[in-house]
């Protein structure tokens, strides 16, 4: 089969019928769907692409996926075609099937590491404008100089959802250049077709993502995910090794009220009802107060805001204890001082958009006019 970009089939979905006639030609550069009913050697004859391949990218406004493929016998090197397929793919994010689970997993072509291409291996693509084309070229491919290379990013934050040994992921990053809300950095959700995989996905805007970028801290998500069926699940992140110094990561479960600091505790376990969850999990990533006051006191001390709420955060870890915290607005008005807890405290008050200045109290000492906004 292959997929008919913005085209309805009889069954409404993009792809065509199963292609039976022997004599069809195999389009270079294009991917296509192989299925079977048991382990098959696939065997490919005729004249192998030996030069310059285009490959058109089509585009709608109701359906913007491409299915492409490697077109050479060697893997390529995605270093070599980021000059080529940047600003012409959402998210610069190719999708590669894992027929095992069903699903589809995301990696990032960033001109920044020998993520490889699999030959003859076909993948999706989401075309970012009209009027675009791949073009693999010979030169684009790289022979391993070892018998190990490998196709996945290990530059970004990877957040993984499980059932048992079945798992698909998501990815997050870091660019000064994009946005907190949907942008060209991004990319879409390409969701598989299994009855029993649970999917993960960001909400940002109205839109459903594989990939997500930000231009720098502290950033606040939402997680949703879906399951065929009511089941056991986990979350696991990966690539923590990323993360620069005094960056933390919270998952908050809005379903039991509690926060999870996943730098130490990278694997959390939760039950799911069957169908889609887009309320329930929030990832909050903060920069510790040391790095913007430069003061030891604040070291793994997290203040930031979420909507009209004001938290804190205290690992407990340091030889300092914050014991209480006050908010101050632009009009010096004291609005609240509370007692911190072990964990998250969440200030016990509604907060308007507007500045604000935070007060600490570690060890009856006031660490003063600390800036908090917020948005």
Known sequence: MKYNTGKKSKLNDYWSEYIVDPNFWLVPGQGYALFSNKPLDVIYEGILSDSRV???LEYS????WNLVGNPFTAPLSSKKIFEDIDQKIQGNALFFLDSE???????????????VLPSMQGFFVESLRENTEINF???HQYIPKSASYHWSNHN????????????????????????????NYDAHKLFGSSEEMPEIYFKVEGEELAVNVFPTYPAIFDLGYYIPKEADLSLTIGNLSILPQGILLLLEDKKINKFYNLCTESQVDFGALKGTTEDRFRLHIMKSLETKTKDVKLNDVYVWADKSKIMIFDTKENIYSVKKIRVWDKRRNNLVEQQCEKGVTVLNYKFPKESYLVDIMIDDVWIENIPVEVK
Do not use: C, H, W
């Open 137 to 139: 070229q010979r030169n």
């Open 54 to 56: 285009n490959y058109t």
């Open 61 to 64: 406004e109701n359906d913007k």
């Open 101 to 115: 689970n069903g699903v589809y997993n995301p990696i990032i072509i960033d001109g920044k590491e020998e993520v």
């Open 156 to 183: 970004y934050l990877t957040l993984t959802i499980s059932k048992g040994n079945k798992s698909q992921y998501i990815l997050m990053g870091m660019d000064d250049n994009a946005k907190y809300g949907f942008d």
